[in-house]
């Protein structure tokens, strides 16, 4: 990339400017390591499942998450799922030798860029060092600052970085054109949401639960806390008056408390059986016990209606309901979702998941969606949240694995 005269004169500025150090938080992974800079830490959690869905569609993979600041970093540690392929570290200084040892340390194989805020330094360099670099979900707040209004040379020398530019809004696409970008150059995408990942679930576990169930109505109240197990118990017996064969597949959030959450139910006149000790259930049984996280794919497949728990209390935060809409499953939820409420905004608003406050309303939701044709309702508007969220996802998997494996293929072709 040659050097516009913003450039020599921001790289000159940068090493008076900025600290020399970058302190990696830790060592690098053996394997290929994708880089996404969430420039936008708003969005994270869309960041994230993005980062889920790159490990999931390649084992061999690493993912490293760079935020802007120190803040954003703590935050992203804190709400993170804690998966061992998944990294989050600060993005380093401007100063080049910052960047060199980020870089010399990292050694991404691609870096995915999102919405803007592009740091020219880290981006030359970047570039200079012959990693891909693809910029997506592009906005108009992402190229707003100074910087890009009075040094429109510089921001078209960044630009040219990147092999790939996809823009989130006609707004966003207008703006890079002002910057200097050939309207051919930049793809109109939707923007970047969390599509969820469907869990996995073994086919001879589904055939033979299906063929226990024997058509029985069924629904799952997934990640229960300790202070939920009482609503979740009434709720089920608010629900059995209008569906006597009503099954609840019960999944305690910490198997400790599977045990006590047994001889509640025993207490409260439920017949009860724990599937990892007594197997299948019978036509008697009112209340089965799931423990292993593992099987969730399963139980989401199988009720049409799930509650998911850790969202009645506050201080648990809620779970990600992707991932019983990803499989069919209407969505109820406490109020208590803070960690993943973009999730359920979404999905509320298209009429795929409705909020309960307590074992009352629970129970006449789950009464209320039993009814097939409710719950088939609510599942398909789920599905169409989770297909339109998945659009850009799925074209940076493939960005990525056709640069992963291009080589490889060039490479045999010629052998």
Known sequence: MGRSFGLAAYRALSRRSSSKSFNPIRDRPQNALIWIHAAEPDNLLAIEDLAHRLCAARFDLSVLITLPDRESLDA??????????????????????????????????????????????????THEAGVPMALIDADIGGFDSKRDRWLPDLSRDLLSSFTALMARTGAALRRLETLGLRPEQIELTPPLQAGGQALPCEDKDLTDMTQALGGRPVWFAARIQKDEERAVLSAHRHALRFSHRLLLILHPADNALTDELSQMAHDEGFRVCNWSSDGDPNEATQVLLVEDEEDLGLFYRLAPVSFLGSSLKSGHGGCNPFEAAALGSA????????????????????GAARIVNDAQTLGTAVTRLIAPDQAAAMAHAGWDVISHGAAL???????VNTTLDGPAEHTNANA
């Open 393 to 399: 996802t799925d074209k940076v998997i493939d960005l």
């Open 76 to 125: 992203a540690r804190h709400n993170s799922s804690g998966q061992s392929a998944i990294i989050f570290d600060e993005i380093p200084s401007e100063h080049p030798a910052a960047v060199d040892a980020f870089l010399a340390h990292w050694e991404p194989v691609i870096c995915i860029w999102t919405w803007g805020g592009l740091r020219p330094n880290l981006v030359h360099q």
């Open 331 to 350: 969505v109820l939820y406490g109020p208590n979702v803070r960690k993943y409420l973009p999730f359920y905004t979404r999905l509320a608003n298209a």
